[in-house]
Every structure is written in structure tokens, then in C-alpha cells.
């Protein structure tokens, strides 16, 4: 039997209804798929020019370790203890690499409580390509942040150092470092960084000037102190062998500062902006205030004076750099090289500590003014956290550190000393570190 209707009539007719149909399926399906579609629209994206600047600046802070801080801190020393010196500063930033991703990174950025963070990433664990550090802020790769955090937690106690160069074991500094990087540094980059205590509280440290330099200075003369004076310190000629090696050192310290400071941001943006030319002004002021103040007073501007000076004028900066206006860093960058000069020259001598290569003079005095000028001239038109910035409030971040950073340093020195000795014998001191510790001499 045929199922008979006009053909025309008949086919509006079912195209109408297919139509209808569809519509309405259409519809049902757009209404289920619109939570979707919203939430994938305001999920948080990577940020491509975010990423590209931080794998810059990561790059910019490691070769402040290597070369950088080698070729600063091997210029300075004798020549039988250059290549012990730039072999510390190779060695720490392995060290610290590999300790770093097993464990330092969670202790400092990992959820815990008010005082270190906890296990959960050990190994990186949990960290995938897809995942995002400050999502809907940076919106930089975790591994990037990871990494970059990696650079700071690699010249800290490469910084250490030079408080010591020239006496201390090899075998010795190795242990020493590896604990105090997750006894000391992890910790306290937590309280300020990861959600801890000195951060919550209002402590202001855009790139480490409590972190790093007060925290590394601090743990440089708590070294000295206890290693004791150079053989023959105050009566041998202990004048650096290279300066030309320390130039090249500490210019590739300014250039890659500007990866630790602006780097600090976590983006490319206008507060990286102001802290990259905040630490090219206060560099070079307070290279110049302490070039002026040695002429003055010792007759003749020395080279080993304005690369001093401008290292120090770089710490200074570091925990003011995304907090203040250009004024602000000269200002700060002026009194940074007067207030080191004094006590890396003349407030060393006067005590009589051998602080060999001006670690505490200039990072951990450095890295006091800063901080505390820092309480000074923030300026919340440069960045709004600094509107209730106050010096009362820095100095309950440095004092913590301080204690802290002193009393766990001497605690890892003394059960070093116990277990391996930290100095070599008078004989192999005398000798030269570079072929008694590393069967290597530079001809």
C-alpha cells in the first residue's frame, strides 16, 4: 500500500519537522556544553611572553654562579688557590642542583606550615608540563618557577664562600653546603616566599635581600669566625692575584642581575621594568659613592673599590628593587657603597676577623641597608604592597634571619668539624689549596 501525500506540501513538511528537531537538540546541546565552554574560557592559560622572560632571567641567574660569582670571587684570591675557589662555586651549583629538585624545592615552596613547607613535592613530584605557577598571575610552567627559584638557592651558599676562600676542606665544604641548604636557606625562603611566617607578617624582600645576601653574609662570618684567620693573615701578602678575572666576574654579576631582580616579577610588565632600571641605578651609585670615599680617604680610587661597590649597590637593590622609585634606588645605591666600603675596609680590620673576600661586608651589610631602606622609600605607585611598608617591620624580618641563619650555621660547622675536620693542615694551606685539594695548579 502506498503511503500517498503531495510532493511538494509533503516535503516542507518533513524539512520543517527535521528542522524543528534539530533545532531543539541544538539547543539542549549548547545549554550542556555552556558551563563547559565558560570554564575553559577563564581557566588560566600559559602566558608565552611570561615564559619567555623567566627563561631569561633563569639563564641571566645562573651565569651569575657560573661564571660570575667563579670569576669574581678566583680573581681576588692567590694564584695557588684559584682553581680550588672557581672549582667551589662549579661544585655548589651542582650540589645545590641536584639537592634542590629532591627536596629543597618542597621544604621552600611546597604546602606546609608557617615555617617550612612540606614533602608533597620531593623530586618535582605532582609537576607536570601542564602545570602553572600564580595561575591567573603569571601563568608561567611550574618547572620555569622551579628552575628559576633553583638559580637563588644555587648562589646563596655559593656567596658563603668567599668568607672562608682559602681554608677550608673540599670534602668539608661539600657537606657543610648540602645541609645548610636544607637546614637554612629552604626554610627561610619559606617564610618569606612560600607562605610563611615573614611574609605574612608584611616583610618585604622582592629578590632575596633577606633571603640571599643577609642570609648568606650572616653565614659567612659565623664561618670565618669559627675556621679562624688565613695562615699568615695580617703578615702574608694576600693581594688578588687577578683583578682583570674579577672585573669580567662582577660585570657578568650586574648583567645577570637583572634576571634576579626583574626576574623577581615573574613576568614581563612594568614592575619589571622599574626593578630592572631601579639595579642599574642604584649599581652604579653606589659603585661611584664607594669609589669617592676610598679616594678620600686612601688617596687613589681602586679597581678591586668600584667592583665592590657596584656588587654592593647590586644586594642593596635586590630586596627594594619592585618596591621603589628610581630616586629611592639612587638614594639607596649611595648609601649601600659608603656603609660597605666602611665595613668591608675599615670595621673588618678594626675587629680583626678575616672575611676574606668581603662576603659579610658587602652581601650581609648590603643586604641590611637594603632591606631596611626598603621599609623607607617603598612607594605603593610603584607597587601597592608597598603602601603599608614600614622599617619596624623589616627589621622583625632581619633579626629573624639573623638568629636563625647564625646559630643553625654554627650547629652544621661544628658537627662538620667533627665528622671530617674543616680545615686543612698548616703544611697543605701553606701549599696552596689547588694542588693540595685538587692536584692542579694554573701554570
Known amino acids: 500500500m502506498r503511503l500517498f501525500f503531495p510532493y511538494k506540501a509533503g516535503r516542507v513538511a518533513l524539512l520543517g519537522s527535521l528542522a524543528a528537531s534539530l533545532s531543539s537538540l541544538a539547543a539542549l546541546a549548547q545549554e550542556a556544553t555552556a558551563p563547559a565552554d565558560a570554564a575553559a574560557a577563564t581557566a588560566p592559560a600559559l602566558d608565552s611572553g611570561n615564559t619567555a622572560w623567566m627563561l631569561t632571567s633563569t639563564a641571566l641567574v645562573l651565569m651569575?654562579?657560573?661564571?660570575?660569582?667563579?670569576?669574581?670571587?678566583?680573581?681576588?684570591?692567590?694564584?695557588?688557590?684559584?682553581?680550588?675557589?672557581?672549582?667551589?662555586?662549579?661544585?655548589?651549583?651542582?650540589?645545590?642542583?641536584?639537592?634542590?629538585?629532591?627536596?629543597?624545592?618542597?621544604?621552600?615552596?611546597?604546602?606546609?606550615?608557617?615555617?617550612?613547607?612540606?614533602?608533597?613535592?620531593?623530586?618535582?613530584?605532582?609537576?607536570?608540563?601542564?602545570?602553572?605557577?600564580?595561575?591567573?598571575?603569571?601563568?608561567?610552567?611550574?618547572?620555569?618557577?622551579a628552575v628559576f627559584?633553583?638559580?637563588?638557592?644555587?648562589?646563596?651558599?655559593?656567596?658563603?664562600?668567599?668568607?672562608?676562600?682559602?681554608?677550608?676542606?673540599?670534602?668539608?665544604?661539600?657537606?657543610?653546603?648540602?645541609?645548610?641548604?636544607?637546614?637554612?636557606?629552604?626554610?627561610?625562603?619559606?617564610?618569606?616566599?612560600?607562605?610563611?611566617?615573614?611574609?605574612?607578617?608584611?616583610?618585604?624582600?622582592?629578590?632575596?635581600?633577606?633571603?640571599?645576601?643577609?642570609?648568606?653574609?650572616?653565614?659567612?662570618?659565623?664561618?670565618?669566625?669559627?675556621?679562624?684567620?688565613?695562615?699568615?693573615?695580617?703578615?702574608?701578602?694576600?693581594?688578588?692575584?687577578?683583578?682583570?678575572?674579577?672585573?669580567?666576574?662582577?660585570?657578568?654579576?650586574?648583567?645577570?642581575?637583572?634576571?634576579?631582580?626583574?626576574?623577581?616579577?615573574?613576568?614581563?610588565?612594568?614592575?619589571?621594568?622599574?626593578?630592572?632600571?631601579?639595579?642599574?641605578?642604584?649599581?652604579?651609585?653606589?659603585?661611584?659613592?664607594?669609589?669617592?670615599?676610598e679616594w678620600a680617604i686612601a688617596k687613589k680610587p681602586s679597581v678591586l673599590g668600584i667592583i665592590s661597590g657596584a656588587v654592593a649597590g647590586l644586594v642593596a637593590i635586590t630586596p627594594a628593587a619592585g618596591f621603589v622609585n628610581p630616586t629611592g634606588a639612587f638614594i639607596i645605591g649611595i648609601v649601600a657603597g659608603i656603609v660597605c666600603y666602611f665595613a668591608a675596609v675599615k670595621v673588618k680590620h678594626m675587629l680583626g676577623y678575616d672575611d676574606s673576600l668581603d662576603a659579610f661586608g658587602v652581601h650581609g651589610v648590603g643586604g641590611v641597608v637594603g632591606a631596611v631602606l626598603t621599609g623607607v622609600f617603598a612607594d605603593k605607585t610603584i607597587n601597592s604592597l608597598g603602601e603599608n611598608a614600614?622599617?619596624?617591620?623589616?627589621?622583625?624580618?632581619?633579626?629573624?634571619?639573623?638568629?636563625?641563619?647564625?646559630?643553625?650555621?654554627?650547629?652544621?660547622?661544628?658537627?662538620?668539624?667533627?665528622?671530617?675536620g674543616l680545615r686543612p693542615s698548616k703544611q697543605e694551606e701553606v701549599e696552596g689549596l689547588d694542588v693540595t685539594q685538587h692536584g692542579e695548579v694554573v701554570q
Open 149 to 293: 627559584q633553583m638559580t637563588f638557592a644555587i648562589i646563596t651558599p655559593a656567596l658563603i664562600a668567599g668568607a672562608f676562600a682559602e681554608r677550608m676542606k673540599f670534602s668539608a665544604l661539600l657537606i657543610f653546603m648540602g645541609l645548610w641548604l636544607l637546614i637554612v636557606y629552604a626554610p627561610i625562603a619559606h617564610w618569606v616566599w612560600g607562605g610563611g611566617f615573614l611574609g605574612s607578617a608584611g616583610v618585604l624582600d622582592f629578590a632575596g635581600g633577606t633571603v640571599v645576601h643577609i642570609n648568606a653574609g650572616v653565614a659567612g662570618l659565623v664561618c670565618a669566625l669559627i675556621l679562624g684567620k688565613r695562615e699568615g693573615y695580617g703578615t702574608v701578602n694576600m693581594a688578588p692575584h687577578n683583578l682583570v678575572y674579577s672585573v669580567i666576574g662582577a660585570s657578568l654579576l650586574w648583567v645577570g642581575w637583572f634576571g634576579f631582580n626583574a626576574g623577581s616579577e615573574l613576568a614581563a610588565d612594568g614592575l619589571a621594568g622599574a626593578a630592572m632600571v631601579n639595579t642599574q641605578v642604584a649599581t652604579a651609585a653606589a659603585g661611584l659613592s664607594w669609589m669617592f670615599v
Open 64 to 145: 651569575m654562579t657560573i661564571p660570575g660569582l667563579a670569576l669574581f670571587y678566583g680573581g681576588m684570591v692567590r694564584k695557588k688557590n684559584v682553581l680550588a675557589t672557581v672549582m667551589q662555586s662549579f661544585a655548589i651549583c651542582c650540589l645545590m642542583t641536584v639537592l634542590w629538585f629532591v627536596v629543597g624545592y618542597s621544604l621552600a615552596f611546597a604546602e606546609g606550615n608557617a615555617y617550612v613547607g612540606g614533602l608533597s613535592k620531593a623530586f618535582f613530584a605532582g609537576i607536570t608540563v601542564e602545570t602553572l605557577w600564580a595561575p591567573g598571575v603569571a601563568n608561567i610552567p611550574e618547572y620555569v618557577f
Open 390 to 420: 614600614s622599617v619596624a617591620t623589616q627589621l622583625y624580618g632581619i633579626v629573624f634571619t639573623i638568629v636563625w641563619t647564625a646559630v643553625a650555621t654554627a650547629v652544621i660547622l661544628y658537627a662538620v668539624k667533627a665528622v671530617v
